[in-house]
């Protein structure tokens, strides 16, 4: 098990990379426990919570609404929790982004921490201290910045994972690559097979160095002020197609890479080249959808959290491995938007 220290905005977290469940129960309150997980962790590895109350939302993404935030609230206020309480968050990011935001809310805040069982979440959802919830097709409008006090990544718990997950997470792996580490876009690469077949030990090893460039990110603006933001690469046109086409979050991110990518030649910062080295690469992992962007995408990306009066911040590429971040106005997105559409009706 390997040890990483994470900064966020409102502290710090101890990420457990590749520990299991009786690796933390030491770190857990003896009493005042709640477990907050879905309906689908809990028949797989109800056997392994701690001693605790159990809370089970509902499955995906439908659950990531504000109604549901004060359903378990209520269900913790009725079981007797208090502001001693801790919560575990156990399961994917839609989990953690709910227990998150229970746990700064309830009572104004209670501890908090995440047992992580998908390979999206190990790699970002449940590691930068964001909570989130939707706010009817707008991605994480509501939301906190609370940091867990530790996060248990045990890889074995992927090897339940739906194939269709897993390509999920390896959405947001190779955002990391193409981010910062052109050398770990190779590797993820050529590791795909055995990602999909459930080969922990080399997934575990993709994982770590994902979570060591979050870590290094995150340490430098906890507050994603400015460098942090390179994060979110792929995250504006990636939440629109997320929500309009009701894809998987990583893959909605590995489309909006592909699309930012296209921005970033469109714009002359990055090399032809590079983009097809991008689509290739995206293309054989089985994560490129080739959805139209929609018709109302400026309007849902102005706002975003991203945007500022009439610009949007954009990440975008100067190669695989390297970012610039430039502020575009929404005219000239939809400029981009009306050449990327057309060009795609003829691919097509
Ligand atoms: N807060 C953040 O910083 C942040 C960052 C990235 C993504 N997110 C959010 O995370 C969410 C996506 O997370 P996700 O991909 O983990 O989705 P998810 O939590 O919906 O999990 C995907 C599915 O896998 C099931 N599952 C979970 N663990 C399992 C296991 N070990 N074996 C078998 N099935 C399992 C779940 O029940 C669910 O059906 C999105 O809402 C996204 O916005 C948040």
């Known amino acids: ?78 079981a007797g929790a208090d502001r001693s309480s801790f919560i575990l968050g156990f399961g994917g990011g839609v989990v953690c982004d709910i227990a998150g935001m229970v746990a700064s809310v309830y009572m104004r805040g209670v501890r908090h921490a995440f047992v992580s069982t998908t390979l999206l979440s190990q790699v970002d959802a449940s590691i930068g201290g964001k909570t989130g919830v939707n706010l009817g097709e707008y991605k994480n409008t509501i939301g906190t910045f609370r940091q867990p006090e530790f996060v248990l990544c045990d890889h074995e718990m992927l090897k339940t994972l739906p194939e269709a997950e897993v390509r999920s997470g390896m959405g947001e792996l190779f955002k990391y690559a193409v981010i910062r580490d052109r050398n770990l876009f190779f590797d993820i690469s050529a590791s795909a097979g055995q990602i999909i077949a459930g080969n922990m030990a080399v ?70 080249s590079e983009l097809s080295l991008l689509q290739t690469t995206l293309g054989k992992a089985g994560l ?53 559409n057309e060009k795609e009706s003829h691919s097509q």
């Open 1 to 78: 098990m390997k040890r990483i220290r994470i900064n966020g905005p409102a502290g710090e977290s101890l990420i457990l990379s590749g520990g299991t469940v009786d690796d933390v129960v030491t770190l857990l309150p003896k009493k005042g426990l709640f477990i907050i997980t879905d309906r689908n962790v809990k028949k797989l590895y109800g056997k392994q919570f701690p001693h605790g109350e159990v809370i089970a939302i509902e499955p995906g993404e439908k659950s990531k609404r504000l109604k549901v935030v004060e359903e378990v609230c209520s269900r913790m206020l009725e």
């Open 203 to 272: 997934t575990g090893d993709l994982i770590l160095r994902a979570v060591r460039i979050k870590a290094g990110v995150a340490k430098d603006d906890p507050f994603e002020k400015g460098k942090r933001r390179i994060l979110n690469f792929g995250h504006t046109f990636g939440h629109v197609i997320e929500t309009h086409y009701g894809l998987p979050h990583g893959v909605a991110v590995a489309n909006g890479m592909v699309i930012a990518a296209e921005l970033s030649v469109w714009k002359g910062e990055m090399a032809h």
């Open 288 to 340: 490129l959808t080739g959805h139209k962007l929609p018709a109302n995408v400026v309007s849902m990306i102005s706002r975003d959290k991203k945007s500022e009066s009439d610009r949007v911040n954009f990440v975008l590429l100067r190669s695989i491995g390297r970012t610039v971040i430039r502020r575009i106005s929404t005219f000239e997105l939809q400029t981009f938007v009306n050449y990327y």
